[in-house]
């Protein structure tokens, strides 16, 4: 067997070897439930927003503040605490609700956290290099009425090859001269596990 035939069944054998292993990638209908480890996953998360969706738009105090104050009440968004087991990015449920308070046109939201900073850097930054018919103001920003803030809790029961996961996502909106609580919205999401 000469050099090329013996580097053309190697190339061939090795083809073969990686077609064999393969990964294959299957698109999914984001909608769809698809279990595979029983850990927190991307049907938890939007059985969590739907519920906080409806229950926080359906409440009295956004009808209650607007009334009172003639204006549509302004929300920012804090701090969601992850304590549970698992880790749990609160971030894709939270930005369902703050996409349905935008688009639904009864809340104002305003940034916060490293957006926030960021805004405010870009401010800063037109200071100096902005034209003054351009140059955006400090001081004027909106200031929030409203603080949402929460926290996701997990309870785990095991024994051998089953076990039981309890999730309860809590979120509660205050308001921020009084500190009175004003709508608290917790969905509860138990799975039952066996391996």
């Not at 104002?108 to 140059?135: F, I, P, Y």
């Not at 076990?163 to 608290?184: A, D, F, G, M, S």
């Amino acid at each position: 067997m000469n050099k090329r035939m013996i580097a053309a069944a190697f190339m061939l054998a090795t083809v073969g070897t990686f077609t064999s292993c393969s990964r294959k990638v299957t698109r999914l209908d984001p909608n769809a439930t698809v279990d595979i480890s029983g850990s927190w996953n991307n049907t938890d998360s939007r059985l969590v927003s739907d519920e906080m969706i409806t229950d926080a738009l359906s409440r009295n105090w956004i009808t209650d503040y607007t009334q009172q104050a003639g204006k549509k009440p302004v929300v920012i968004v804090g701090m969601v605490l992850n304590k549970s087991h698992e880790h749990i990015e609160a971030e894709t449920f939270m930005k369902d609700l703050e996409r349905a308070f935008v688009n639904g046109g009864r809340v104002t939201l305003v940034q916060s956290g490293k957006k926030r900073e960021e805004l405010r850097a870009e401010r800063a930054d037109q200071q100096t290099n902005a034209s003054v018919s351009t140059m955006k103001k400090f001081g004027l920003e909106s200031g929030a009425d409203y603080i949402l803030q929460g926290s996701i809790n997990s309870i785990v029961d095991a024994y051998k090859r089953q076990k039981t996961v309890t999730y309860q996502v809590n979120l509660e909106l205050t308001n921020l001269q009084t500190n009175e609580v004003v709508w608290i919205g917790d969905k509860k999401i138990a799975k039952y596990v066996k391996n």
